[in-house]
């Protein structure tokens, strides 16, 4: 079957007639050997599986999209086993879930936990042999290899959340290798932590102070950069009664807020000859001069005042409700936030189980488009597919506007459905390349992946993917003209399947 005949099959499912356009696709090369021999030892394996409870769409199959990278079989069945709301307490307790594998493929990356000095050292070695990209490449292979292949799989969505919010890109100065350290030291131990402890490790990172040129303001040139970030991006919202003059009075607080330079460079320091020690008022708190401790009252204040309650609330719920989300539940998970301190857990429960599982009886979810990042990793973890996340699969988020670290502007990727709705060949162009297994370092065994599901007729082999993919069965009259289609695909059926499915509109939403 020649390329356009493919293409013509494929769109049935894919219900456009702009995949032609991929026509012209350039492949990225066939899989390397080694990525068959890491394929064999990953540590999933989909079991064998009859379609049926579990497997199908249900009401859990959009709750678990929305609180996964893309439901894994595994997940699905732990869920219909003991319910949605105890899995979501089993994800919300990541340290008592064994996640060993995950540690041997990131054992290989030198840099993940190596201190900001001996990042930079280990830089400047190689900056005359080797492209500096290698700090923030590995940064972004651990990143998505966590996001395919975690059992913790909340705690990732969460890891990914706070990145957008505390957003950084590794474009900005030492950020390329300051951004490993923030990952590490601010974002992963306080994702499901406690907001105040989150803010107070993110205004101490080096990689934050550099990123929003905190690092070189001082009393002479006080820079309002962080101190209108930190109000208008982290905590109270554009809308969170702050004034330009707050901004300038927090900014002077923040004087002296520096990183240290020569043998511990990449750290955080305070310069006393830098700061402004004059009085100062922000959000009407008097401050009298301390030094360090000026900037930090106001973190304080910051990490539990009611805008911060309800803008971090909203934020939450549009995640994982939908861009509509209820305001009385915005309001409930904003109280929980000031009852609790800023517990990010609790705020979740309350989203999560008086929203996203307790949703009307006869009303439909609202729908999100799937992100880039969340559009690959779905593709690859509901197909069991095995990838050492190389650049190949980066290139491929590049192209789809979703490169990880890489956006320019303190506000994060895009939360909207309307961002990324422009932008869909590069798409089907991943889904033909990966249906064919012509992405280097990534393969998906698709006969392995048949037999599991027990598919071997075109009616099964339809049906299989539909539901892994889908979580239900195409329509009837769907269904009955796909397989007219495809008489005569024999042994390309499947691959035809997994790309027009991939590709299709019902796979971009969640």
């Keep these: 079957m020649n390329r356009r005949r493919f293409l013509q099959l494929a769109g049935l499912v894919a219900g456009s007639a702009a995949l032609a356009a991929c026509d012209n696709v350039n492949p990225l090369g066939q899989p390397i050997a080694r990525a068959r021999e890491y394929a064999a030892g990953l540590p999933f394996a989909l079991p064998s599986l009859p379609l049926g409870e579990g497997l199908g769409m249900r009401d859990g199959f959009t709750a678990l999209a929305r609180l996964t990278f893309g439901p894994r079989v595994e997940e699905r069945q732990r869920a219909a086993e003991i319910g949605l709301p105890a899995w979501l307490e089993e994800q919300l307790a990541p340290e008592q879930i064994e996640d060993e594998g995950v540690r041997l493929l990131l054992g290989r990356f030198d840099t993940l936990n190596m201190h900001a000095h001996e990042l930079h050292a280990w830089s400047d070695k190689l900056f005359d042999d080797e492209d ?237 488009f799937k992100r880039p990042v969340h559009f690959i990793t779905s593709a690859l973890r509901q197909l069991n597919a095995a990838t050492n996340s190389g650049l190949a699969l980066h290139e491929y988020l590049a192209r789809m506007g979703q490169r990880h670290f890489h956006w320019p502007t303190p506000d994060g990727y895009p939360d909207r459905d309307e961002a990324w709705l422009g932008n869909l060949q590069p798409r089907w162009q991943f889904a033909l390349t990966l249906a064919h297994n012509e992405i280097e370092g990534t393969h998906l065994d698709l006969d392995g ?62």
């Excluded at 990172?205 to 009393?219: E, G, I, R």
């Excluded at 930190?230 to 807020?257: K, N, P």
């Excluded at 409700?321 to 915005?330: D, F, H, R, V």
């Excluded at 599901?453 to 339809?462: F, G, Q, R, S, V």
């Design 449 to 510: 992946l048949l037999t599991a599901l027990n598919a071997h007729t075109p009616e099964e082999i339809t049906d299989g993917l539909a539901v892994l993919l889908l979580g239900q069965p195409l329509p009837t009259t769907e269904r009955n003209a796909l397989l007219n289609a495809l008489k005569g695909a024999d042994d390309e059926l499947p691959r035809v399947l997994v790309a027009g499915l991939i590709a299709s509109p019902a796979f971009q939403w969640r």
């Design 132 to 368: 500096r990209a290698t700090v923030p490449d590995e940064l972004r292979q651990a990143t998505l290899l966590r996001q395919i292949y975690s059992r913790r799989q909340l705690y990732e969505v969460m890891v990914d959340f706070w990145t957008d919010h505390f957003n950084i890109s590794v474009e900005k100065g030492d950020c390329f290798y300051l951004k490993t350290v923030d990952d590490r030291d601010v974002i992963r131990p306080h994702a499901l932590g406690n907001f105040r402890d989150l803010l107070w490790a993110s205004a101490h990172s080096p990689a934050m102070l550099v990123y929003l040129d905190q690092h070189v303001s001082d009393k002479t040139h006080p820079n309002e950069n962080y101190a209108r970030e930190i109000m208008e991006l982290h905590t109270l919202g554009v809308e969170g009664g702050y004034s330009q003059q707050d901004v300038m009075e927090l900014a002077r607080c923040f004087t002296g807020w520096t990183v240290k330079e020569h043998w511990w460079r990449g750290e955080f320091a305070f310069d006393p000859a830098k700061h402004d020690d004059g009085p100062k008022t922000v959000l009407g708190m008097k401050l009298e001069p301390s030094g360090q401790a000026e900037a930090e009252a106001v973190i304080e204040k910051l990490a539990t005042h009611p805008s911060t309650a309800r803008f971090i609330a909203g934020k939450l719920a549009r995640r994982f409700l939908g861009e509509n989300a209820s305001p009385e539940i915005i309001q409930r998970a904003a109280e929980t936030f000031l009852q609790t301190n800023g517990e990010i857990r609790a705020v979740l429960r309350v989203i999560v189980l008086e929203g996203l599982l307790k949703f009307p009886a006869g009303e439909k979810i609202e729908r999100r």
